[in-house]
């Protein structure tokens, strides 16, 4: 794995596309390549088992000579690739990264990149995109865009799980099915991500376990009223130090990841049961009725009555 020494600025970024090299983005001899259309996803995703994470593309591209792909703009999901054989790299603004067998990366979403296989020894990857409030769970922010190693004991286990990813888009676009999929693909990166830290990792992530606590807390006291100040006395954590974890392991910060959770919990509850919204808002945490919808319809994109009347439908 390497890596360069300092940030580029854009233009720099840009001027080292390989713009001689034409983009070549599939269709090598025995590919796997899934897409969920689109229409599908933004449906799928008000089911709340789909709104923490939801695998939107996934494939096996075996000895991809010729591959490249080359994002100006950057992605709307955040890609995840896994190199089994061969060599190939990602180049992100603010570093290069060789990707050789037994490592894997993650581009974050948005971010402009390019990637491909090594034209001598081209790479064998296992990839897939996802998107999701969940996410930084997932993928701590300070791996995103990183080389990481695969543990030797997940590697045939992450491909197994990719198989059944391929094996469930194959059958159609289910619910359930891509339901099933979004569930491997947590543990495909659970196992990479967050069974697999350095002793340095941990060092810097000191008061990580605290937060992990914190969060098991607010998933069991989402009905009560949960202050930053309130965070700080359970966790024995400064202020500071508690937003920057929540930041690094969430994506958001503490009180954003409260209301996330509670927009999250609502969701079940408009979608498994008859029970009026005001009285939801109210197990939920929400005291006002009209700021919880303000707030769901922030995280959700459409207010909670409008979600309940597409989840009838």
Same mark, same amino acid.
């Given at each position: 794995?390497r890596?360069d020494s300092?940030?580029?600025?854009?233009?720099?970024?840009?001027?080292m596309?390989?713009?001689?090299r034409?983009?070549?983005?599939?269709?090598?001899?025995?590919?796997t390549?899934y897409?969920?259309?689109?229409?599908?996803?933004?449906?799928?995703r008000?089911?709340p088992?789909?709104?923490?994470?939801?695998?939107?593309?996934?494939?096996?591209?075996?000895?991809a000579?010729?591959?490249?792909?080359?994002?100006?703009?950057g992605?709307d999901?955040?890609?995840?690739?896994?190199?089994?054989?061969?060599?190939g790299?990602?180049?992100?603004p603010? !570093?290069? %990264? @060789?990707?050789? =067998?037994? *490592?894997?990366?993650? /581009?974050p979403?948005?971010?402009?990149h390019?990637?491909?296989?090594?034209?001598?020894?081209?790479?064998?990857?296992?990839?897939?995109?996802?998107?999701?409030d969940?996410?930084?769970?997932?993928?701590?922010?300070?791996?995103?865009? !990183?080389? %990481? @190693?695969?543990? =030797?004991? *997940?590697?045939?286990? /992450?491909?197994?799980?990719?198989q059944?990813?391929?094996?469930?888009l194959?059958?159609?676009?289910?619910?359930?099915?891509?339901?099933?999929?979004?569930?491997?693909?947590e543990?495909?990166?659970?196992s990479?991500?967050?069974?697999n !830290?350095?002793?340095?990792?941990?060092?810097?992530?000191?008061?990580?376990h605290?937060?992990?606590?914190?969060?098991?807390?607010?998933?069991?006291h989402l009905?009560?009223r949960?202050?930053?100040e309130?965070?700080?006395?359970?966790s024995?954590?400064?202020v500071?130090?508690?937003?920057?974890?929540?930041?690094?392991?969430?994506?958001?910060a503490?009180?954003?990841?409260?209301?996330?959770q509670?927009?999250?919990?609502?969701?079940?509850?408009?979608?498994?049961t008859?029970?009026?919204?005001?009285?939801?808002?109210?197990?939920?945490?929400f005291?006002?009725?009209?700021?919880f919808?303000?707030?769901?319809?922030?995280v959700?994109g459409?207010?909670?009555?409008?979600?309940?009347?597409?989840?009838?439908?």
């Amino acid at each position: 794995m390497r890596m360069d020494s300092g940030a580029k600025t854009w233009i720099e970024f840009v001027s080292m596309f390989n713009i001689d090299r034409p983009e070549r983005r599939d269709g090598f001899p025995q590919e796997t390549l899934y897409v969920v259309p689109r229409k599908l996803l933004h449906r799928a995703r008000a089911n709340p088992a789909l709104h923490g994470l939801t695998v939107t593309d996934a494939g096996m591209f075996p000895n991809a000579r010729f591959h490249l792909r080359r994002r100006e703009s950057g992605c709307d999901e955040h890609i995840f690739i896994m190199c089994t054989e061969g060599t190939g790299f990602v180049s992100l603004p603010d !570093r290069d %990264v @060789e990707l050789v =067998p037994g *490592c894997a990366v993650t /581009v974050p979403s948005g971010a402009p990149h390019e990637y491909g296989a090594d034209r001598d020894n081209p790479w064998t990857i296992y990839w897939m995109h996802v998107v999701g409030d969940f996410v930084p769970v997932y993928i701590p922010h300070l791996q995103s865009g !990183r080389a %990481v @190693e695969v543990p =030797p004991e *997940c590697d045939d286990f /992450v491909i197994l799980l990719f198989q059944r990813i391929f094996s469930l888009l194959s059958r159609g676009t289910a619910e359930s099915y891509l339901t099933t999929a979004s569930a491997a693909a947590e543990l495909i990166l659970s196992s990479i991500y967050l069974g697999n !830290r350095s002793s340095s990792d941990r060092t810097h992530a000191a008061g990580s376990h605290e937060v992990e606590d914190l969060i098991a807390y607010i998933q069991d006291h989402l009905e009560e009223r949960i202050t930053l100040e309130h965070l700080c006395s359970r966790s024995h954590l400064s202020v500071s130090r508690i937003s920057q974890l929540f930041r690094e392991m969430t994506g958001h910060a503490p009180i954003e990841f409260v209301q996330h959770q509670r927009v999250q919990r609502a969701c079940y509850y408009l979608d498994a049961t008859t029970e009026p919204i005001g009285y939801i808002a109210e197990q939920v945490g929400f005291e006002d009725q009209f700021y919880f919808s303000r707030v769901f319809r922030k995280v959700t994109g459409m207010p909670p009555r409008e979600y309940r009347k597409s989840r009838s439908n």
